[in-house]
């Protein structure tokens, strides 16, 4: 393989690494982009993995995949997907068995299915993949009341539904509460045919909440709202379960909230405000507040700094995503969001643990206050501000080095008790009309700074005449007998525009836009995505 090839095993070892975390085989972490085809995805480097005898190393997608390395799970899925069509047996049998691990949700089951589809060119199932899949709702994780949770809440993604898996999969039941889930999904809950005699608690328990969920999709409007609020309260349905036409009643939100899980409340901070209940119910606001101050129930949710830091903005804003609809924030809330963005940002179980990982930040001081995320309703300067507080508690040694078109004089100081307005104001401090990527390594170079990667931060469209001039400053950087040869760069365009430049660099890294995975992108490009 090696002579045929001519690129050793390790290298493309780590280009799967690199798959699996970003998604794509490029250089380039696109946070708001959908993978809807994979004929254009380079995967050469898979395939010479398989023919060279590695496909007993598949347990590197389900390692990825449950230790949530991976910033989408695109890659993954379809990694999964080439290994499980694959004509080598033993990288076969090794993907079909880590199926029901990797595709543990619906979206990542229907996503893993599609890509199978189009890497297979039309083959039918194998019996091992069936069997895996059918493994997945037989023994699914949390047992039969979380799957009939989950088949009620999402029964359909995409053009897909779970019927549909189960046809495909030829899915057979092994106890009765999973036959009669099976048979919900396939007839409906009023023709599931299950005449059995002896039925276990759990299945009668099954059946009632499923009975409920049916219940209060058939409520209307006008005449069951009482009704609608007594099934939520005691079958603890979520807003999924319930008709649009309830989702503007402050009485079915204020139900809605008392089971609702903490990464559910912080989608619906706005939902909340905008439909009255903080309003008419004054102790919601003491509820949402307490789940935003329980650390443990964050850590347990593994809500991320950045998801909290997007709520705490948009609800500031007093604007509703969706509609537009104007409200007054609520202080309480507002206080609870920025003092969990805090707490949230204390680093658990980090790769950077015992690494000397030495950092310089380059904030571009152009990047203007009215620039706004893609997708994400927050202004570039906080999206920066944000990622920075959460980056300097990580590493051992940062400067943080605002820079415009001039030679950087001085570094700024950073603390990680500092609080977010004050960090924004101090970075930004200056106007300046334009910048040059490379003033932070020339910086670097003049004061002799040892640093493993330099991440510059900008709202420029990022254009190959640039990708040349930082390639230049990287050379004359490395080239000093201080410096390391290992030393990478990061460009974040924080705005998200789409960069012409695409293709794979080992020390290189580009990522278009911000979301709450930009910070564990850039720690494992950091270490080598090891």
Not at 149 to 164: A, C, E, F, I, L
Request: proline fraction near 4%; aromatic fraction near 10%.
């Amino acid at each position: 393989m090696e002579q045929r090839s001519g690129i050793p095993p390790e290298s493309d070892f780590r280009r799967l690494k690199h798959f699996l975390i970003l998604g794509g085989s490029n250089s380039v972490y696109r946070p708001h982009s959908v993978l809807h085809t994979t004929s254009k995805i380079d995967v050469s480097f898979l395939r010479r993995l398989i023919v060279g005898g590695r496909g007993k190393d598949v347990g590197v997608i389900r390692q990825y995949s449950l230790e949530g390395r991976a910033a989408k799970q695109d890659g993954i899925l379809h990694a999964l997907a080439i290994c499980s069509t694959s004509s080598d047996l033993v990288t076969k049998r090794e993907a079909n068995r880590i199926i029901p691990d990797v595709c543990r949700i619906f979206d990542y089951l229907i996503k893993f299915i599609k890509f199978s589809q189009e890497d297979a060119g039309g083959k039918k199932w194998g019996r091992a993949r069936r069997k895996a899949i059918s493994n997945l709702y037989n023994n699914y994780p949390g047992g039969p009341m979380k799957l009939a949770y989950h088949v009620t809440k999402y029964p359909k993604r995409g053009n897909m539904s779970h019927k549909d898996v189960i046809r495909l999969a030829h899915v057979k039941p092994f106890t009765q509460e999973v036959q009669y889930i099976l048979g919900y999904i396939v007839h409906g809950v009023n023709g599931v045919d299950f005449n059995i005699h002896h039925r276990s608690l759990e299945l009668e328990t099954v059946q009632t909440y499923i009975h409920g969920v049916e219940e209060a999709r058939g409520c209307r409007a006008r005449n069951d709202e009482a009704r609608l609020i007594h099934l939520i309260g005691r079958h603890q349905l979520c807003h999924e379960h319930v008709k649009k036409e309830f989702l503007n009643k402050p009485d079915v939100w204020h139900a809605l909230l008392q089971q609702m899980p903490i990464h559910a409340v912080i989608r619906n901070l706005n939902s909340l405000a905008s439909n009255g209940v903080f309003e008419r119910y004054s102790g919601d606001e003491n509820i949402v507040a307490q789940k935003l101050n329980d650390v443990g129930l964050l850590n347990k949710a593994r809500v991320h700094p950045f998801e909290i830091l997007t709520a705490y903005f948009q609800h500031k804003s007093g604007e509703r995503n969706a509609r537009g609809n104007i409200f007054t924030p609520s202080e309480t809330v507002l206080s609870a969001l920025e003092e969990a963005f805090y707490k949230s940002l204390k680093p658990q179980n980090d790769i950077f643990e015992a690494r000397d990982v030495r950092m310089a930040f380059g904030i571009d001081m152009t990047i203007s206050p009215s620039d706004y995320v893609v997708s994400a309703k927050i202004t570039s300067r906080q999206a920066v501000t944000g990622i920075l507080l959460e980056l300097v508690r990580y590493v051992y040694f940062c400067r943080v080095l605002p820079f415009g078109s001039s030679d950087i004089r001085s570094y700024l100081r950073i603390s990680p008790d500092d609080r977010l307005e004050n960090v924004e104001n101090s970075l930004f401090i200056h106007d300046v009309e334009s910048s040059d990527l490379t003033k932070p390594i020339d910086y670097a170079i003049r004061k002799q700074l040892e640093v493993s990667v330099f991440v510059l931060f900008t709202s420029k469209t990022y254009v190959e005449q640039e990708h040349y001039r930082l390639k230049e400053a990287m050379g004359r950087y490395k080239s000093q007998p201080w410096a390391s040869r290992e030393t990478r760069v990061v460009v974040v365009d924080v705005v998200g525009k789409q960069s012409p430049v695409s293709s794979f660099e080992e020390d290189f890294l580009r990522i278009e836009g911000a979301d709450s995975q930009v910070v564990n992108v850039i720690k494992q490009f950091a270490v080598g995505w090891d």
